[in-house]
């Protein structure tokens, strides 16, 4: 019965990212004008412009062309490039693993951190440390990304402190964990942006757990204070809090652009706002295929936890 | 008369007894922007915001130079004897195009929002009002446009057909509407059932009057939440957009721009930077208080909490 539950998530992110695929290639079918031609420029022979569209499988219809895409996608072929004529697939594999460090390293620090804080706002509500730490999530939450890094940058890099880098100093291609000081400034303003959210939540949820009747009981059993709060009062609001993390994870995703395009950070996000200034419509596609799959694994996987966690849901399933 | 007044307050008695009357209506009805603005962060967010937009939108009037105007000899000072900030690594003054930068970014950032929230309450209402198998489309279409981030959705659009003003201001407002769909669904189906929409329907009211006259004065306070949210939101993206070069194109004064064409000199020229930095700091802090006294507001007199 559990597993049911699950089959049922998974065929609907299947749905998802099928869906996804379809809009994403429709897209391209907006582009004006004709691929060819922009790539060969206007003194193109007719000759020449019939067979680059031959090679680049553009004088088959659109449905064809989708699927050819499709099936690429699930064996790995992404295509080529339209303005490095290289594969896209092996740019990917470049940046790909520097990208996934970045947002694994905000993810490792920013939940926990975040969990943490929530508690502790919780605890001591009303307190002027906890609106104070109100205050300052909102404040956080308000700003974009790109102002969060530049001010970091403006106080550890240029203006005020010298002590660390302002861009990442490391060639595509060489691991990015070589200089580990580099990771420090698009770490900490992903973490800045994140964190906010989850410590919102997590003090909210764990707020109305603390009202409930199931702590009142512990504390009037007896139960030591340290123990209701770990072992009966955290749990609980661990539940919805996963959905927040989920949202945030997956907007990770598409963060990490503006602060990868910032500390000109080797990763995907980078190589999405070249293809997107080049028009590179192939790497393009690839990319934002790849961010949604993402969100759609991470709202699996909170899905998971959200049940696992929740012993109605765990049963009535 | 008498009899009449009797069985009033019989009837009343009973209602109260019943607890069908919400404990709410005996307390004085205080007007929503009182209620935002006994906050203190209804009142700070308010004056933050109010005080950007008017120099956004007033700034243009009073430049000290004219945006494209070069003097080569002063370039990338942090201090120029012709303006208070210097001029930038073409000579440019920094505080002309500050002052002249904020406007499209409001403007487009609003347009955005409006656009987000026209077409998500529509399509939200009618989901939750119509039901059914058109709910449940409409709101599967919606999950498969939150599975793209806004940034990457807007990513795509711009390769597709250029950065131009109306391409960013449609993708962000359009990738705006389902998430606003989902509030205005859930705060439909709240207030659906309640009797006056039934009578409204006894009327034989058209559709389009009962989902206009009855449902949507009656879920302001949520949309009102919403809309300031997603102000908030549409700046952040408007701005990062132009920041990565895909908004406003040079040599136009913009504050993403100019903080993208300034940034290499960051340590001899931080004015370039820093002006429209806090700048747009300012702005979405200032809207993002507000849009939270709004949450507070409409929580402490909505009924059905």
Redesign the interface.
């Given at each position: 019965m559990f597993g049911k539950v699950i089959g049922k998530r998974l065929l609907f992110s299947a749905?998802?990212?099928i869906?996804?695929s379809l809009?994403?290639f429709g897209?391209?079918l907006?582009?004006p004008g004709d691929a060819a031609r922009a790539i060969l420029g206007q003194q193109a022979t007719p000759e020449r412009i019939a067979a680059l569209n031959e090679q680049l499988g553009l004088d088959q219809p659109a449905w064809q062309r989708y699927f050819t895409w499709l099936g690429g996608l699930f064996v790995g072929d992404f295509g080529t490039s339209s303005a490095t004529g290289g594969s896209v697939g092996a740019l990917l594999g470049d940046r790909i693993g520097a990208s996934f460090i970045l947002m694994g390293l905000a993810a490792i620090i920013s939940v926990p951190l975040g969990i943490g804080l929530g508690v502790f706002q919780a605890l001591h509500r009303g307190k002027r440390r906890d609106q104070a730490m109100t205050?300052v999530s909102?404040?956080l939450?308000?700003?974009?990304?790109?102002?969060i890094g530049?001010?970091l940058?403006?106080i550890f890099a240029?203006?005020v402190f010298q002590i660390l880098p302002?861009v990442t100093l490391a060639p595509p291609g060489e691991p990015v964990w070589n200089r580990p000081e580099q990771l420090i400034l698009p770490t900490l303003t992903l973490v800045l942006v994140v964190t906010p959210y989850i410590v919102r939540m997590m003090r909210a949820t764990m707020i109305e757990v603390l009202d409930s009747g199931f702590v009142e009981m512990a504390r009037l059993k007896g139960v030591p204070e340290k123990r209701v709060i770990m072992r009966h009062a955290v749990p609980h609001a661990l539940g919805p809090v996963a959905q927040v993390v989920a949202i945030q994870l997956?907007?990770l995703?598409?963060?990490v652009?503006?602060v990868e395009?910032l500390f000109r950070y080797p990763g995907l996000g980078q190589a999405?706002?070249d293809?997107?200034?080049y028009?590179?419509?192939q790497v393009?596609?690839a990319?934002?295929m790849l961010?949604?799959a993402v969100?759609?694994v991470v709202n699996l996987a909170a899905d998971v936890v959200g049940i696992l966690t929740n012993p109605k849901l765990r049963s009535a399933a | 008369m008498s009899t009449d007044a009797n069985s009033l307050d019989d009837l009343k008695s009973a209602a109260t007894d019943a607890a069908e009357v919400p404990k709410e209506s005996a307390t004085t009805y205080v007007p929503f922007y009182k209620r935002v603005l006994a906050q203190k962060q209804g009142k700070i967010g308010l004056i933050i915001t109010v005080v950007v937009v008017a120099l956004a939108l007033c700034g243009p009037l009073l430049l000290p130079w004219a945006t494209g105007n070069t003097a080569t000899e002063f370039v990338t000072k942090p201090f120029s004897p012709y303006g208070l900030f210097g001029s930038d690594n073409l000579g440019r003054d920094v505080f002309s195009r500050f002052l002249a930068g904020g406007v499209t970014l409001i403007v487009y950032g609003v347009l955005a929002t409006a656009l987000g929230m026209v077409v998500g309450a529509i399509i939200g209402m009618l989901a939750a009002y119509v039901g059914g198998t058109f709910d449940a489309v409409i709101m599967r279409l919606n999950d498969v446009i939150l599975a793209i981030p806004q940034l990457v959705f807007a990513l795509l659009a711009i390769t597709v057909l250029g950065p131009q003003g109306w391409v960013l201001v449609t993708v962000i407002g359009l990738t705006h509407a389902p998430r606003i769909a989902r509030v205005a669904r859930s705060a439909t189906l709240g207030v659906i059932t309640e009797d006056y929409i039934k009578a409204a329907e006894m009327y034989a009211m058209p559709r389009w009057k009962v989902l206009i006259r009855e449902l949507l004065p009656n879920i302001t306070g949520p949309l009102s939440v919403e809309a300031g949210l997603r102000l908030t939101y549409s700046i952040g993206y408007i701005a990062s957009l132009s920041f990565l070069g895909l908004g406003l194109q040079p040599p136009a004064a913009d504050w993403g721009l100019m903080i993208n064409e300034n940034r290499i000199a960051l340590s001899i020229q931080p004015w370039g930077v820093l002006l429209p930095v806090i700048a747009i700091a300012l702005l979405t802090i200032g809207t993002n208080l507000l849009a939270d006294s709004f949450a507070r507001a409409t929580a402490s007199t909505s009924v059905e909490a």
């Open positions: 749905f998802i990212l869906a996804v809009l994403v897209a391209t907006l582009l205050g909102l404040v939450a308000a700003m974009p990304e790109f102002v530049i001010g940058i403006a240029t203006s302002a997956a907007w995703a598409g963060g652009v503006v395009f999405l706002i293809a997107v200034t028009r590179d419509v393009v596609q990319i934002s961010v949604a969100y759609v | -």
